[in-house]
């Protein structure tokens, strides 16, 4: 099999079950940010690689679970409605989300700023993957009462889990958060 199909050369793409939308269509919009995200993830994860620190296994695991789950939601999301969907989110993968926010949040200094983004590589990229995922949640919101609210719930839970690895990543990592207000 091919990877280039030429189906759609014409601006047309296929969602489960070989039903033809645009290419600008909202459902497209919304799964399509989705799978930036998890690409940002991937980058994160990639510059965790070769880093060596406390349980690093641990939050590579993390996120490896996160991509996996982050395709099922753009799995119902491609899914037309009134159709099966394949990987359904459930109420578990967000209570995962949770526990693992305050898992990683209990190790973290707390907040007395606003934080800038950034720091190692890793934490960075986990910042922007954050940002992408709030788009993934404006995006799936333009879509209209079709979207389950599971997956409304997982996106915005998720953008907050990323905000919290974030921090993980850098503390465990030595790298010093800015605040709005340090030079």
Same mark, same amino acid.
Request: aromatic share 8%; glycine share 8%; net charge neutral.
């Given at each position: 099999?091919?990877?280039?199909?030429?189906?759609?050369?014409?601006?047309?793409?296929? &969602?489960?079950? %070989?039903? =033809?939308?645009?290419?600008?269509?909202?459902?497209?919009?919304?799964?399509?940010?989705?799978?930036?995200?998890?690409?940002?993830?991937?980058?994160?994860?990639?510059?965790?690689?070769?880093?060596? @620190?406390? *349980?690093? *296994?641990?939050? *590579?695991?993390?996120?490896?679970?996160?991509?996996?789950? #982050?395709?099922?939601?753009?799995?119902? #999301?491609?899914?037309?409605?009134?159709? $099966?969907?394949? +990987?359904? &989110?459930?109420?578990?993968?967000?209570?995962?989300? $949770?526990? +693992?926010?305050?898992? @990683?949040?209990?190790?973290?200094?707390?907040?007395?700023?606003?934080?800038?983004? %950034?720091?190692?590589?890793?934490?960075?990229? &986990?910042?922007?993957?954050?940002?992408?995922?709030?788009? /993934? *949640?404006?995006?799936?919101?333009?879509?209209?009462?079709?979207?389950?609210?599971?997956?409304?719930?997982? #996106?915005?839970? &998720?953008?907050? @889990?990323? @905000?919290? /690895?974030? =921090? #993980?990543?850098?503390?465990?990592? %030595?790298?010093?958060?800015?605040?709005?207000?340090?030079?």
């Amino acid at each position: 099999m091919k990877i280039y199909t030429k189906t759609g050369d014409k601006g047309t793409t296929s &969602l489960v079950y %070989g039903t =033809r939308v645009a290419k600008n269509d909202p459902l497209v919009e919304a799964y399509g940010t989705c799978d930036e995200a998890n690409s940002m993830i991937g980058v994160a994860a990639g510059h965790l690689f070769n880093e060596f @620190f406390k *349980e690093k *296994e641990e939050v *590579e695991a993390v996120l490896h679970e996160i991509q996996t789950t #982050l395709f099922h939601v753009g799995a119902e #999301l491609a899914t037309p409605k009134g159709k $099966e969907v394949k +990987w359904k &989110l459930t109420a578990e993968d967000i209570i995962k989300l $949770e526990q +693992w926010i305050d898992r @990683f949040d209990a190790e973290v200094p707390a907040l007395k700023n606003f934080i800038l983004p %950034g720091g190692h590589p890793a934490g960075g990229a &986990l910042h922007m993957a954050r940002t992408i995922v709030r788009r /993934a *949640e404006r995006a799936a919101i333009s879509i209209g009462e079709e979207v389950p609210p599971n997956v409304l719930a997982y #996106l915005n839970r &998720l953008s907050d @889990f990323l @905000f919290v /690895a974030a =921090r #993980l990543v850098n503390l465990r990592l %030595g790298r010093v958060e800015k605040d709005l207000h340090q030079k």
